[in-house]
């Protein structure tokens, strides 16, 4: 994962988080154009599961320069998604 300020042409500049079966076939995606609201990244850069399946995703907010670029608002460093069934 990694923040770009002009991304090469045809690329999807938006970050996210996607959940792949065994066979590499996409199931979810998580992430969003809003990358200040809950749920949505900004750059994504640590993933870990748990026991019961929930998702805790890490950001490089301050390494990628967003905390400046995105003040005054304090943009999420850690983010916990919990399995539904």
Not at 33 to 57: C, T
Not at 59 to 78: D, I, N, Q, T, Y
Request: glycine share 12%.
């Amino acid at each position: 994962f990694c923040f770009m300020s002009h991304p090469p042409a045809g690329h999807d500049p938006i970050a996210k988080v996607g959940i792949y079966d065994p066979d590499g076939t996409l199931q979810q995606s998580i992430g969003g154009e809003e990358e200040i609201l809950p749920g949505n990244f900004i750059a994504p850069h640590g993933l870990w599961a748990d026991s019961r399946g929930d998702l805790y995703v890490g950001e490089v907010v301050l390494a990628s320069g967003a905390a400046a670029r995105l003040a005054p608002f304090k943009p999420h460093c850690f983010q916990k998604f919990i399995r539904s069934a």
